[in-house]
């Protein structure tokens, strides 16, 4: 129905820098809110930072200063830049986004699969 694919994940060091990409796609009527969740091993997923359609956006205050998030409207993707990376930060990421599918449908929140973001120190 609709498909949310990041991409962008990898291996840095401390200090270093990554941008995520999260591409939406199939029967999407609008989107109110993109965002990028983590979760690190034993602990609870969190919002990172979201958007919305007007371009409103929030951070976890852990990452406030570092990491920006913005949106491509014609493309229909996401990217978070995330940068002075610290070893706290390494988690899997994952993109939601709030979808209309049609007209006369609700609001929905579909995930993607994940990325996983590694920080060495």
């Known amino acids: 129905q609709v498909q949310l694919v990041e991409s962008g994940g990898g291996l840095v060091q401390a200090g270093g820098s990554l941008r995520l990409s999260c591409a939406a796609s199939?029967?999407?009527?609008?989107?109110?809110?993109m965002g990028w969740y983590r979760q690190a091993p034993g602990k609870q997923r969190e919002l990172v930072a979201g958007?919305?359609?007007?371009?409103?956006?929030n951070y976890l205050d852990s990452v406030k200063g570092r990491f920006t998030v913005d949106r491509d409207y014609t493309k229909n993707i996401m990217y978070l830049q995330m940068t002075s990376l610290l070893p706290e930060d390494a988690a899997v990421y994952y993109c939601?986004?709030?979808?209309?599918?049609?007209?006369?449908?609700?609001?929905?929140?579909?995930w993607g699969q994940g990325t996983q973001v590694t920080v060495s120190s």
């Open positions: 939601a986004a709030n979808v209309r599918t049609a007209v006369t449908t609700g609001w929905k929140t579909f």
């Open positions: 199939g029967s999407i009527f609008s989107i109110n809110f």
């Open positions: 958007i919305t359609s007007g371009d409103s956006t």
